[in-house]
């Protein structure tokens, strides 16, 4: 892929996702409070939690999903609350469902998501093509997406994610229902953007992943932030799921 070609310049001091005393309700119940975080460019930072912990509230925050009740949420200095569009165009974000619509072929939707974010032709066809093959979706690319599977429609969601080359990937639950072989190739793909300096932010119940994966974690409970920073600071010697699960007991 095209090095210079990620969307909106980021002066490397400012970080490419800012939140800072983040606060979401949903009626009287506090999701999550007081949550501040950083991702910097080149950072894969895995955010962990249990179910009902508060991930995917943050994560909806962040891509400008849903309201934000305290706090600032910033994406390369865009305000998400005040400058949606700037903040959006900076990023991408991959659900943990899938939903396409399904009277659309693969190919539409991407052209559809090439023109959302007027991505030049050359490069739209140059990214689709090299990112349809190394998922294994090329041949199906021309079918309605009534007809894929889970699998394929996760595949072809990130694609269309990819294709404006967006300084900040947010996916949620990324590796959940992803073959083996697609699975290696997200791990390279996310790879990829982080070295030509933008940044990943995925929640995930895999510790084994983001282990492996993350220069960066964060750990959540009960919409509580219990502990950040870098994989080996979170670890320290223990493996990252012994750590969790001495911090999510200890906690609870
Ligand atoms: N639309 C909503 N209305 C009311 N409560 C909600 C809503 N969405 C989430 N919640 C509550 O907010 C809390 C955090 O939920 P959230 O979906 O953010 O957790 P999560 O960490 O993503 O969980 P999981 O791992 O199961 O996906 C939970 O107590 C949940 O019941």
Known sequence: MNDSAL?????????????????????????????????????????????????????RSIVGAQAIDGGR??????DVARKPLQAKSALAYVPDNPDVYEFMTGMQYLTFMADIFRVPDDERTRRIG???????????????VGTYSHGMRQKLVLIGALIHEPRLLVLDEPFVGLDPVASHELKAILHELA??????FFSS??????EKLCNKVAIIRGGELLTSGTTEQVRGDSSLEDVFLELVEKEA
């Open 205 to 210: 119940h895999v510790l084994e992943v983001v």
């Open 130 to 144: 090299e990112l349809a093959e190394r998922l294994e979706l090329t041949d199906a690319l021309g079918d309605t």
């Open 73 to 78: 949420i910033r994406i390369c200095g865009h």
């Open 195 to 200: 070295a030509r300096g933008g940044a990943v």
């Open 7 to 59: 969307t909106t310049p980021t002066p490397s001091s400012l970080p490419v996702l800012s939140v800072e005393h983040f606060q979401k309700r949903y009626g009287d119940t506090v999701a999550v409070r007081d949550l501040s975080l950083s991702v910097e460019a080149g950072d894969i930072y895995g955010f962990i939690g249990h179910n009902g912990a508060g991930k995917t509230t943050l994560i």
